[in-house]
C-alpha cells in the first residue's frame, strides 16, 4: 500500500490480490459510503478494475495493523446467567435483532 502525497490530500492505493478480493473491497467501500459519514469511512476515489486497484481517502488517526495487543486469560462462556452455549443451535430466529420485541 502506497501513501501518494499531492497538494491538497493524501490517498492511499491498494493493489488487490485477486479480481474477486477487489469487486469485494470496492462493494465494501460502497457499503461504507452509504452508511457512514465522511468522517467515519475513507471515500472511494479511483478505482481500475483491470489494475485491481483503489485510490481511497485517508482519516485521522493511526494504523492499528501492527499494534501490540495484551493477551487475556480465556474464561469459560458456559453457565453465565444460566444459560449454557449448547442452547444456541435451538435459537430459530434468524436476522438482524428487533428492538420492538418482534
Known amino acids: ?3 501518494p502525497r499531492t497538494a491538497c490530500r493524501t490517498a492511499y ?4 490480490p485477486g479480481d474477486l478480493d477487489h469487486e469485494r473491497e470496492v462493494a465494501g467501500y460502497a457499503y461504507a459510503a452509504a452508511h457512514l459519514t465522511d468522517r467515519e469511512a ?3 476515489l479511483a478505482v481500475d478494475p483491470r489494475l485491481r486497484a483503489i485510490l481511497s ?6 494504523v492499528v495493523r501492527d499494534l501490540p495487543l495484551e493477551t487475556k486469560p480465556r474464561r469459560p462462556v458456559a453457565g453465565r446467567r444460566g444459560r449454557s452455549p449448547r442452547g444456541l443451535p435451538r435459537l430459530t430466529r434468524y436476522g438482524p ?6
Do not use: F, N
Not at 57 to 62: A, D, F, I, T
Open 13 to 16: 492505493v491498494k493493489i488487490g
Open 57 to 62: 481517502s485517508v482519516l485521522p488517526g493511526r
Open 97 to 102: 435483532c428487533s428492538h420492538e420485541g418482534g
Open 42 to 44: 475513507p471515500r472511494l
Open 1 to 3: 500500500m502506497g501513501s
